[in-house]
Each structure stands twice: as structure tokens, then as C-alpha cells.
């Protein structure tokens, strides 16, 4: 038998696509996704062309937070349409499959939809192209690091210990992955109550900052608990695209991603 150099299948690009984002959690529930979202629209109010791609198979809510739905259309039984809204070209698993379905599916399946959402959906041209991860350490994280020349991942918490200690794992796994960490952002941070005005820590305070100090990465953003961030992600039109002290700190947040 002969010895073939097995070509290795080394992390590619998106056809058209600068950079990568993956943002990614410990643990569900902690608001990944109403960051993703949020970044995205802020990026796109700055001018940069904004691509969203869902890919939280467990719980995928890109369409309602971004306010989409319909099956994508595929004109040539290859190419998938994106949607668009907020100035965001946008994917998501939830579009692809039923939406009161679970998505139980095997390793292969799970990886040849990511491919798909990667390849065969016309992005087009983009500055940046969010990915908002599954909760935890799993096979899309492993895939996607493995064969997707992500630019960078950030990793939300809320500054609840048991968030924190969750999150430690999404690091760690980003680290030996060799994914670059761009840095954390802690969501839920903090509570204004709007009668009194009186300010609560809910989930506790200043985890986040104290973990990525000891992770020696950056801290880029902090998000209160908000009623507004709420509302806003049910109704498909995400609070940054409000001037509202929410919306400028998702602003300032999105600059952090500009050179
Ligand atoms: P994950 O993607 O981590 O599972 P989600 O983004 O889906 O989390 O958020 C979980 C729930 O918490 C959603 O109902 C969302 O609207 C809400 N939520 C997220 N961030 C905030 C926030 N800063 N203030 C208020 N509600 C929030």
C-alpha cells in the first residue's frame, strides 16, 4: 500500500467574507443571542456590512429576535438566500428546519447544515459575519473552529458564579482550539429599577471584569438588565437601534470591533 499524504483540511475562509465572529457562552439563557443580535445591528448602523448567522441548533432564536421568518429560497437548489433585516443579511438554523421541532440530529447532519450555512448561502460581500454559537462546548464550536478561519470569539456571561465558571469552559476550549478570545462581555450586569431609580446587582457585580482580568483578556462591554432589551428582542427590533442609554452602549460595544 502506498503512502498518501493525507491533505489536511485546514480552516478555510467565507467566500466574500473579512472577518468571523463567533459569540459563544457557558451556559444558555445568559443572553448570547440578544448580544449577537444587538452587535450586529449596532455594526450595521455604523455602515459595516453586517452577515448573522444562527447556528445555536438547541434553541435557535435569530428569526425572532431579528424579527424574520420563511423558509430561505434556493433558486437553484444550491444557493441559499439570506434574509435581511435591520440592515443585516441573515441565516438561521430555525429557518432551515420546523420550528416546534427539536433538532435531534447526529454529528454528521449537525456538520453538514453548519457547512451549508457557511458555503451555500449567498452572504455576499461582508465586513464581518456574526456567528451566534450554541450555549457550552460542543460539536458545532469543535467544527466550526476546526474548518472556519474564525477571526475571534467573545464570550458572554452574566456575573453569576455559576455563569463564570461555565464560561471558564468556553474559554478553555476557544484556547485549545487556537481560536484568538477577543474578549468577554457581561450581559445582565447590572438593574436600574425605572420607579425608584435605585441600582440592584442582580447576578452580583463585577465578576465578569474580575475573571477577565485573571484571564488576562479584555472586558469590552458591560449590558444592564433591561426591560427595553427585552421587549425589544420579542418584538424582532433589537433595542440598538434605539439612541437609548442601552442602544449607545451596544454603539460603543460595536466599536470596540472597528479598526
Ligand atoms: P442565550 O442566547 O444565552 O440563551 P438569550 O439571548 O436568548 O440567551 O436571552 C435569554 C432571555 O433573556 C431572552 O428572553 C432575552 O430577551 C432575555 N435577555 C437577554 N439579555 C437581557 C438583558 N440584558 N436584559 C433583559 N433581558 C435580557
Redesign the pocket.
Same mark, same amino acid.
Given at each position: 500500500v502506498g503512502r498518501h499524504p493525507t491533505p489536511q483540511a485546514g480552516p478555510a475562509p467565507v467566500a466574500g467574507v473579512d472577518r468571523i465572529l463567533a459569540v459563544g457562552?457557558g +451556559?444558555?439563557? @445568559?443572553? +448570547?443571542?440578544? @448580544?449577537?443580535?444587538n452587535l450586529a445591528v449596532a455594526l450595521a448602523r455604523k455602515g459595516r456590512r453586517v452577515g448573522l448567522l444562527d447556528a445555536?441548533i438547541y434553541?435557535p432564536?435569530q428569526p425572532r429576535?431579528m424579527g424574520v421568518s420563511g423558509r430561505p429560497a434556493s433558486p437553484d437548489g444550491q444557493t441559499i438566500m439570506p434574509l435581511h433585516a435591520h440592515g443585516v443579511t441573515i441565516m438561521s438554523i430555525g429557518l432551515m428546519v420546523d420550528a416546534d421541532k427539536a433538532v435531534v440530529w447526529r454529528g454528521p447532519m449537525l456538520m453538514g447544515a453548519l457547512q451549508q450555512m457557511l458555503n451555500q448561502v449567498a452572504w455576499g460581500q461582508l465586513d464581518v459575519l456574526i456567528i451566534?454559537l450554541p450555549?457550552g462546548t460542543g460539536d458545532v464550536q469543535l467544527t466550526l473552529c476546526q474548518r472556519t478561519n474564525v477571526t475571534g470569539a467573545v464570550i458572554?456571561s452574566t456575573p453569576q458564579d455559576v455563569a463564570l465558571l461555565d464560561a471558564r469552559k468556553a474559554i478553555d476550549m476557544f484556547r485549545t482550539l487556537k481560536t484568538p478570545i477577543l474578549g468577554l462581555i457581561e450581559?445582565?450586569s447590572t438593574f436600574h429599577c425605572p420607579h425608584c431609580g435605585e441600582e440592584t446587582q442582580i447576578f452580583g457585580h463585577g465578576g465578569v471584569a474580575a475573571e477577565a482580568a485573571r484571564l488576562e483578556l479584555p472586558l469590552l462591554g458591560a449590558?444592564?438588565?433591561?426591560?427595553d432589551?427585552?421587549l425589544a428582542?420579542?418584538a424582532g427590533t433589537p433595542v440598538a437601534l434605539t439612541d437609548g442609554p442601552?442602544g449607545l452602549a451596544y454603539a460603543a460595544l460595536a466599536q470596540r470591533f472597528i479598526d
Amino acid at each position: 500500500v502506498g503512502r498518501h499524504p493525507t491533505p489536511q483540511a485546514g480552516p478555510a475562509p467565507v467566500a466574500g467574507v473579512d472577518r468571523i465572529l463567533a459569540v459563544g457562552s457557558g +451556559k444558555g439563557g @445568559v443572553g +448570547k443571542s440578544t @448580544v449577537a443580535s444587538n452587535l450586529a445591528v449596532a455594526l450595521a448602523r455604523k455602515g459595516r456590512r453586517v452577515g448573522l448567522l444562527d447556528a445555536d441548533i438547541y434553541g435557535p432564536s435569530q428569526p425572532r429576535m431579528m424579527g424574520v421568518s420563511g423558509r430561505p429560497a434556493s433558486p437553484d437548489g444550491q444557493t441559499i438566500m439570506p434574509l435581511h433585516a435591520h440592515g443585516v443579511t441573515i441565516m438561521s438554523i430555525g429557518l432551515m428546519v420546523d420550528a416546534d421541532k427539536a433538532v435531534v440530529w447526529r454529528g454528521p447532519m449537525l456538520m453538514g447544515a453548519l457547512q451549508q450555512m457557511l458555503n451555500q448561502v449567498a452572504w455576499g460581500q461582508l465586513d464581518v459575519l456574526i456567528i451566534d454559537l450554541p450555549p457550552g462546548t460542543g460539536d458545532v464550536q469543535l467544527t466550526l473552529c476546526q474548518r472556519t478561519n474564525v477571526t475571534g470569539a467573545v464570550i458572554v456571561s452574566t456575573p453569576q458564579d455559576v455563569a463564570l465558571l461555565d464560561a471558564r469552559k468556553a474559554i478553555d476550549m476557544f484556547r485549545t482550539l487556537k481560536t484568538p478570545i477577543l474578549g468577554l462581555i457581561e450581559n445582565m450586569s447590572t438593574f436600574h429599577c425605572p420607579h425608584c431609580g435605585e441600582e440592584t446587582q442582580i447576578f452580583g457585580h463585577g465578576g465578569v471584569a474580575a475573571e477577565a482580568a485573571r484571564l488576562e483578556l479584555p472586558l469590552l462591554g458591560a449590558l444592564p438588565i433591561d426591560i427595553d432589551t427585552r421587549l425589544a428582542g420579542d418584538a424582532g427590533t433589537p433595542v440598538a437601534l434605539t439612541d437609548g442609554p442601552v442602544g449607545l452602549a451596544y454603539a460603543a460595544l460595536a466599536q470596540r470591533f472597528i479598526d
